[in-house]
């Protein structure tokens, strides 16, 4: 049993009149409850509040139960009476609006704040204590948005949210704590920071241009769906996505966390994701969506990274692009209710813009766009996102703006303070990935910001937490979390939709499927490429097939083969001078591009190119008997359709570029099928590889 951490300050009103120590509360999350409370256990599944049909599950680790006749109240500030913000029965607009007037400025400060659920000792804390710096900033710092950034399965989840959700039961007010993560549902080869950080503890499904490729929303409902039922069981409750911005420029590396690069099949995405997730309406079953990066990072110059100085920049070359093609999808999720919009860090381009906006929302008479970043830029967030395009819900941050990614050199030459308020007033309202609200209060204290300028935000904030049932009851159950993750028949759906996202782009000598008939006495040769540890993933794909079909005689080099599967995966990189990013396949992909060219000399060769980034395939395609394009799959998908178990209907979601000049010569504003050129790849049989084109083996 992992050691608590003890509150270093007095205990809470509530906590102190029950005669209840917070470090036995916590110590086993099982505490006979003392009279007048629920349960430790928590109310059966399906125990409904004895007040009706309408009544919520309610329960309490800490504080008191109010009973009013059959119903049951949670006394989250210990005062005896029901106050307004504790009655369930009042819509989340009262309940918000009593709760604010009761909020000091430290606590209204602390909820507008997201930050990493930490692990470590930082100085001033209990040193064998790893879960103490996070406690520390629920009872100190009063932060109530808490971002997942580790693997853990659901069980652990859920115990450790239970944990934290006792401790701010105990707080003064008992605000509850919303967790939060960034999508851990999906093949995630290479888990970055966030990003993705975590996979393979929920249903496993393909990447989200795996979904976009099968080109069907109903498909993204289903999965949004379960993975809900998946995350509410464990204890999380707002998803930090998607990524629904259009993905116009080819070598920005996050084009493999969208849904490519058509505004218009992005929308529908968008609108299933927000129905999915959420539901018509948000309510206590529902993972909040914060979608982002709005108005839509697509638009990067050369592919660089806006996590970085040089690729701070959003460029619209392109007259009328940011209507046409970066607004739609965000649109879309407006209008299906998303409870959230993240904006993102780019700071957009004057010069290197034509005319996007508006002449109303201009910055001044002769500057179209403030060149600062997305969080702060007013005309962006209030004038844009809320004015015309009539968002209701509040505004996240992205991680780090109030620091490492400060982007416009008004904003450098700002102090912390002074970031705050300019932020504030553009229309942030959860500052993401910073633990510290001083900064905050001093704004307000210099009189930099009014108080009351916080209180729409917390109001807007406070809402969401109310219309999610958290504060009649944060707890879940372990073991039914983890009953739900291991659904086979989630697994199964998903499995589904592996095989529906794998692409056939060439088959002109009719090489596939290898059939029961063509396999028997097929010598296969496999190969996987890709940066860092290709000899596993090879040995891994083997053991697929072989698992699959025992009897295929697989061997140890191509001369030897009468047959090839060659699994291409490359890595995004940047070039040596920070001038731009590389879809080109080299070495610094991981790609030995001579090797597969032998190969495909040798040996028919089946090619599948795991194409999360628009590669430039020209040196690696012609050669190959038969071409495949996978999106994040599961290797065990892409076997069923070279084996004809399933017949491929994937369609591409991104346009793949003719070479290295037409990814030079794109418009970062532009989806490939939309350049003024012949941007798309064209195959030795007269197919364009552009967005939407995929073969079946009745072609």
Request: glycine share 8%.
């Amino acid at each position: 049993m992992r050691k608590r951490h003890t509150r270093s300050h007095g205990q809470a009103v509530a906590a102190a009149a029950l005669a209840v120590p917070l470090s036995l509360a916590l110590a086993g999350g099982a505490l006979a409850a003392p009279p007048g409370h629920s349960s430790a256990g928590g109310n059966p599944p399906g125990h409904s509040n004895a007040g009706g049909k309408n009544a919520p599950d309610v329960e309490a680790r800490v504080k008191p139960i109010i009973k009013k006749g059959q119903r049951e109240f949670r006394d989250l500030n210990a005062s005896g009476e029901l106050d307004p913000y504790e009655d369930w029965r009042k819509s989340p607009a009262e309940r918000a609006q009593d709760l604010v007037g009761r909020m000091t400025l430290e606590e209204k400060a602390g909820l507008m704040h997201i930050t990493s659920e930490r692990r470590g000792a930082p100085a001033g804390t209990v040193v064998d204590d790893p879960y103490a710096p996070t406690v520390g900033y629920v009872e100190d710092r009063n932060i109530r948005y808490l971002v997942i950034r580790d693997n853990p399965t659901a069980y652990q989840l859920a115990d450790r949210a239970n944990d934290y959700q006792e401790i701010a039961e105990a707080s003064r007010l008992g605000m509850p704590v919303v967790f939060t993560s960034n999508p851990r549902n999906h093949v995630n080869p290479d888990q970055q920071f966030g990003i993705s950080e975590a996979t393979g503890h929920f249903s496993l499904w393909p990447g989200s241009l795996g979904l976009a490729a099968s080109h069907d929303p109903e498909v993204v409902r289903e999965f949004a769906e379960i993975a809900r039922e998946e995350w509410r069981a464990a204890g999380i409750h707002k998803i930090y996505g998607y990524q629904i911005e259009t993905a116009t420029e080819p070598r920005w590396n996050r084009v493999s966390g969208t849904f490519g690069e058509s505004p218009d099949l992005n929308a529908d995405i968008a609108r299933e994701l927000v129905l999915g997730f959420q539901g018509e309406e948000l309510g206590e079953t529902s993972v909040a969506q914060t979608i982002k990066h709005f108005p839509g990072d697509g638009a990067v110059l050369r592919g660089l990274d806006p996590h970085n100085e040089n690729g701070q920049w959003a460029v619209y070359p392109t007259e009328g692009s940011l209507y046409d093609y970066q607004l739609p999808p965000f649109q879309a999720a407006i209008d299906a209710g998303a409870s959230a919009v993240m904006s993102y860090y780019n700071v957009p381009n004057n010069e290197l813009s034509a005319n996007q906006l508006p002449k109303h929302l201009w910055y001044s008479e002769d500057q179209q766009f403030e060149e600062v970043a997305g969080a702060y830029n007013k005309a962006i967030i209030d004038g844009l996102l809320k004015g015309e395009m009539g968002f209701t819900g509040y505004v996240n941050s992205d991680s780090g703006i109030l620091t490492t990614t400060a982007w416009g050199e008004a904003i450098q030459a700002m102090t912390l303070e002074e970031r705050y308020a300019k932020a504030v007033d553009a229309g942030i309202a959860l500052f993401s990935d910073y633990n510290d609200p001083t900064g905050l209060i001093n704004a307000v204290k210099q009189g930099l910001l009014a108080e009351s300028e916080l209180d729409p935000h917390v109001t807007a904030l406070l809402e969401e937490i109310f219309t999610l049932g958290l504060f009649e009851d944060p707890y879940v159950d372990p073991g039914h979390a983890q009953q739900v993750a291991d659904s086979a028949e989630s697994q199964a759906r998903a499995d589904e939709a592996h095989l529906r996202s794998v692409t056939l782009l060439r088959n002109d000598s009719a090489q596939l499927p290898l059939t029961d008939e063509t396999l028997t006495g097929t010598r296969l040769y496999v190969e996987v490429f890709t940066r860092t540890g290709a000899a596993t993933q090879t040995a891994a794909l083997k053991e697929v097939i072989r698992k699959a079909d025992p009897s295929v005689e697989i061997v140890d080099t191509p001369e030897e083969a009468t047959a090839a599967l060659v699994l291409v995966r490359p890595n995004s990189y940047e070039l040596p001078d920070g001038s731009a990013k590389s879809v080109e396949l080299d070495a610094n992909t991981g790609v030995d591009v001579v090797r597969i060219q032998d190969i495909e000399a040798a040996v028919p060769t089946i090619l599948a190119v795991n194409a999360v980034l628009p590669w430039v395939i020209e040196d690696i395609e012609p050669g190959a008997a038969s071409v495949i394009a996978t999106f994040d799959v599961k290797t065990e998908a892409i076997w069923d359709v070279v084996r004809g178990r399933f017949n491929p209907t994937g369609k591409l979601p991104v346009s793949l570029p003719a070479d290295q000049a037409a990814v030079e010569t794109n418009a970062s504003d532009v989806p490939g099928y939309a350049e003024a050129f012949d941007y798309s790849y064209v195959n030795e049989a007269g197919d364009t590889y552009e967005f939407g084109f995929g073969l079946s083996y009745e072609d």
